[in-house]
Every structure is written in structure tokens, then in C-alpha cells.
T-cell receptor
Framework: AQTVTQSQPEMSVQEAETVTLSCTYD???????LFWYKQPPSRQMILVIR??????QNATENRFSVNFQKAAKSFSLKISDSQLGDTAMYFC????????????FGTGTSLTVIP | AAGVIQSPRHLIKEKRETATLKCYPI?????VYWYQQGPGQDPQFLIS???????DKGSIPDRFSAQQFSDYHSELNMSSLELGDSALYFC??????????????FGEGSWLTVV
């Protein structure tokens, strides 16, 4: 079974600053996909960013970028220029297309952006 | 852009009653997923359907059943409800070819409260 670990239950950052959320995973597969989802107080699950394991280049989406270290099985999310609207729970997720369509989620990191 | 539509958004049922949740995927998405998120928990995969056939099964109790219809909408039926079934139930959809790296898009969720 795949496991996804988010070791930071809670984090906070000053508005306009940069914060990094960590995620590690365990798999013996070579081909897989990694995602970060954001869940604001409304509880909606919103895709933030995704990374294909076969790509060495780190994915970026505006203020969001990842540091994907395949050998270390690490997938951290960096949020630059943090905004109040970034306050949310962030879930790291793993998907292995060879074993079905399940997404395996970490336990989440609650991020608070402080004005 | 059209999103995943779930209904009802909120539902209150008594123990031992039955509840049905509905999900309408994004147009041209043929795969539907159901996730259960308990209070303070990460989303747990229940079941998924591809082209109206069950494709994956997760931690779905035997009291629950689901199906996908010809128009690709899906329904999650929950019987003999227990207090522990109180949770946010997400439906998600994806286009054909999840293995190619498509992601899943979540609906806003249906809140079920069992009293």
C-alpha cells in the first residue's frame, strides 16, 4: 500500500512571506503522479499543483511551486508571497496509475496566513 | 467551466435510516470517485466507476452501495446509518485516461449528519 506522510500538522506564515509544506511518500513504483490539494474553510477540495514522476522539472503554478526529489521520495510545496486566501488545509496526494485510480492522501497541513 | 455537482449539500438523518447522495460529473468525464472525509481526517477513498462499471473499491462499508448510470451520474446509497457515518462525502470525476496524468476534480461535497 502507498503511504503519504505530512509531518507538519499546523504551520503559519506572515502575509507576503514564503512557506514550504513538506510531504514524503513511500512507493516502489517508478511511474506515478503527485498532487497538492487545498481545502479552505468551505471544505471544497481544490487542485493546487501536480507533478508527473517521470518529469525531472519541478512543476510551478504562479505562486506555487514544488520541490520534487524522486530519490528521496519527497514532494514539498512552496507558496511564495503568501496571501490571506491561502489559509487552508493542504493535502498531499499520490496516485499510481498501475494499481488503479485511487488517490492516497496525507493527513494534511493546516496553514494559517497571518496579516 | 462546469464543475462536479453534488446533491444534496447537507443532509440530516437518524440512525438506521437510509440516505442517497447524487453526483453529476463534469461533462465528458466518464470516471467518478467517492471519498469520505470524517471530522479532522483526510479523504478516504470509497469506490470508483469507469464507464458505468465499478473500477476500484476502497474502504466502503457493506451497508453502502453505489452505481453509475447511463448519463454518467452516480449515486451513493447508505443504509442502516450509524453515527460514525457523519462526514463530508466528496464526489470527484476525471476524463478517460487517468493513467496519462489527468487529475480528478472534486465537487463541493455533501455533508451528512447522522443523529
Amino acid at each position: 500500500a502507498q503511504t503519504v506522510t505530512q509531518s507538519q500538522p499546523e504551520m503559519s506564515v506572515q502575509e507576503a512571506e514564503t512557506v514550504t509544506l513538506s510531504c514524503t511518500y513511500d512507493t516502489s513504483e517508478n511511474n506515478y503522479y503527485l498532487f497538492w490539494y487545498k481545502q479552505p474553510p468551505s471544505r471544497q477540495m481544490i487542485l493546487v499543483i501536480r507533478q508527473e514522476a517521470y518529469k525531472q522539472q519541478n512543476a510551478t503554478e504562479n505562486r506555487f511551486s514544488v520541490n520534487f526529489q524522486k530519490a528521496a521520495k519527497s514532494f514539498s510545496l512552496k507558496i511564495s508571497d503568501s496571501q490571506l486566501g491561502d489559509t487552508a488545509m493542504y493535502f498531499c496526494a499520490f496516485m499510481n496509475p498501475n494499481t488503479g485510480n485511487q488517490f492516497y492522501f496525507g493527513t494534511g497541513t493546516s496553514l494559517t496566513v497571518i496579516p | 467551466a462546469a464543475g462536479v455537482i453534488q446533491s444534496p449539500r447537507h443532509l440530516i438523518k437518524e440512525k438506521r435510516e437510509t440516505a442517497t447522495l447524487k453526483c453529476y460529473p463534469i461533462p465528458r468525464h466518464d470516471t467518478v470517485y467517492w471519498y469520505q472525509q470524517g471530522p479532522g481526517q483526510d479523504p478516504q477513498f470509497l469506490i470508483s466507476f469507469y464507464e458505468k462499471m465499478q473500477s476500484d473499491k476502497g474502504s466502503i462499508p457493506d451497508r453502502f452501495s453505489a452505481q453509475q448510470f447511463s448519463d454518467y451520474h452516480s449515486e451513493l446509497n447508505m443504509s442502516s446509518l450509524e453515527l460514525g457515518d457523519s462526514a463530508l462525502y466528496f464526489c470527484a470525476s476525471s476524463p478517460t485516461g487517468l493513467a496519462s496524468g489527468n487529475t480528478i476534480y472534486f465537487g463541493e461535497g455533501s455533508w451528512l449528519t447522522v443523529v
